[in-house]
């Protein structure tokens, strides 16, 4: 497992830059470029995507997700990543069209961005299903007034 003093007794992390450098001459760690454009660390027998291991550098724990503000992959600059979830990080990505200098629209979507697009609304429609189920449950508790005074309250926000 990989520790907090451990990645420093490894790996420097320059904050401004972005950048990471061996502290040791070490064959068993790699910094290398992931085929999805992120910088990847092998280190200690495992890969760590490098906008990750320089959010644990710089505060000590590791996020569920870490979002790049300025969409760059590879700009791991502190100033740069921010701690987010799946929904608002989906807020963050490339528009998947572009007008171009000749006023051409780039509509090609790969089949990536298609399963991952699915993936968040599926995500979206479980988590509103589930505050649903919350809110019925409220409902159905409440008395035979307060329920028609609720669902009423629901209908015309």
Same mark, same amino acid.
């Given at each position: 497992?990989?520790?907090?003093?451990?990645?420093?007794?490894?790996?420097?992390?320059?904050? *401004?830059?972005? =950048? %990471? =450098?061996?502290?040791?001459?070490?064959? /068993?760690?790699?910094?290398?470029?992931?085929?999805?454009?992120?910088?990847?660390?092998?280190?200690?027998?495992?890969?760590?995507? +490098?906008? /990750? @291991? +320089?959010? %644990?550098?710089?505060?000590?724990?590791?996020?569920?997700? @870490? $979002?790049?503000? $300025?969409?760059?992959?590879?700009?791991?600059?502190?100033? #740069?990543? /921010?701690?987010? #979830?799946?929904?608002? #990080? +989906?807020?963050? /990505?490339?528009?998947?069209?572009? @007008?171009?200098? *000749?006023?051409?629209?780039? =509509?090609?979507?790969?089949?990536? $961005? !298609?399963?991952?697009?699915?993936?968040?609304?599926?995500?979206? !429609?479980?988590?509103?299903?589930?505050?649903? *189920?919350?809110?019925? =449950?409220?409902?159905?508790?409440?008395?035979? $007034? *307060?329920?028609?005074?609720?669902?009423?309250? @629901?209908? #015309?926000?």
């Amino acid at each position: 497992m990989l520790t907090h003093e451990n990645l420093k007794k490894y790996l420097h992390y320059d904050s *401004d830059t972005g =950048t %990471f =450098t061996k502290l040791e001459d070490n064959s /068993r760690i790699k910094l290398s470029t992931q085929s999805r454009g992120y910088h990847q660390i092998y280190l200690l027998g495992k890969s760590y995507l +490098a906008h /990750r @291991i +320089a959010w %644990f550098y710089v505060y000590g724990y590791m996020p569920q997700m @870490i $979002d790049h503000i $300025d969409r760059n992959k590879q700009n791991n600059k502190i100033e #740069n990543l /921010r701690e987010t #979830n799946a929904q608002k #990080n +989906a807020l963050n /990505r490339n528009p998947r069209r572009s @007008i171009q200098c *000749d006023q051409e629209i780039d =509509t090609t979507v790969s089949e990536l $961005d !298609i399963k991952e697009e699915m993936k968040l609304v599926k995500q979206t !429609i479980i988590e509103l299903n589930h505050r649903l *189920d919350r809110l019925m =449950t409220k409902i159905n508790q409440s008395s035979s $007034d *307060d329920k028609i005074k609720q669902i009423n309250k @629901i209908i #015309n926000s």
